[in-house]
């Protein structure tokens, strides 16, 4: 991934239109699943590609008993999110270097930062490590299905650069033996719009 794009998008990135339709019902359906489990210890959670901090800020608001960690390779990201989620911790790091982090985390969510990592089955093994046993992974991206969502996602490499976006049976093959697909939602708030692919994983037990 390049840093520059995303030390450019930083202070545009709450107000693109792709909130509205994609980034936000991705982070509501993220929101209310956790919910539905109903944590009631303190517990460490990881937004990896945590960007301007917007999930940070929301699940702030929601659980007070979440230690929350950001984690992102863009600095400007990182400014924006430090401003507003005080409390959180921050780390800029590169997902090639998740092995460097010593911490377990309970819950672990990526949103729409997957498509980018140029290694992604290494990502997942290194954050299978991260996981604790019972802990859950929460992963959304924009899904490459069909024709009509790769014909529109081409466009969004042009302004985020090189990017992957698995269909559901690819995603399959790179969390087999690592993780189970424990749920599996797909969002489409507008006909225009690319399906978003929202999953829950579970580790696999070796």
């Not at 390779?73 to 924006?80: A, H, P, Q, T, V």
Request: charged residues 25%.
């Amino acid at each position: 991934m390049n840093s520059k794009i995303w030390n450019f998008w930083a202070n545009k990135y709450s107000k693109l239109w792709v909130q509205k339709y994609s980034l936000r019902p991705t982070r509501n359906y993220i929101i209310n699943s956790i919910s539905k489990i109903k944590y009631n210890e303190d517990l460490n959670v990881l937004d990896l590609g945590c960007g301007p901090g917007e999930l940070i800020e929301e699940l702030s608001n929601k659980f007070d008993n979440f230690h929350i960690t950001g984690l992102d390779f863009s600095e400007k990201m990182l400014e924006i999110s430090r401003l507003k989620n005080r409390k959180a911790n921050h780390i800029l790091m590169d997902v090639t270097d998740l092995n460097k982090l010593n911490n377990k985390f309970k819950i672990i969510i990526c949103t729409h930062s997957f498509p980018y990592y140029r290694e992604p089955v290494e990502v997942l093994k290194k954050l299978y490590r991260l996981l604790e046993d019972d802990g859950r992974i929460f992963m959304g991206f924009a899904s490459g299905d069909s024709f009509y969502d790769k014909f529109v996602l081409s466009f969004v490499k042009l302004t985020t650069g090189r990017a992957n976006y698995p269909s559901h049976g690819e995603f399959n093959q790179m969390v087999h033996g690592i993780f189970t697909v424990e749920n599996y939602k797909i969002i489409k708030e507008k006909l225009y719009m690319p399906r978003i692919a929202v999953y829950t994983l579970r580790k696999v037990r070796k």
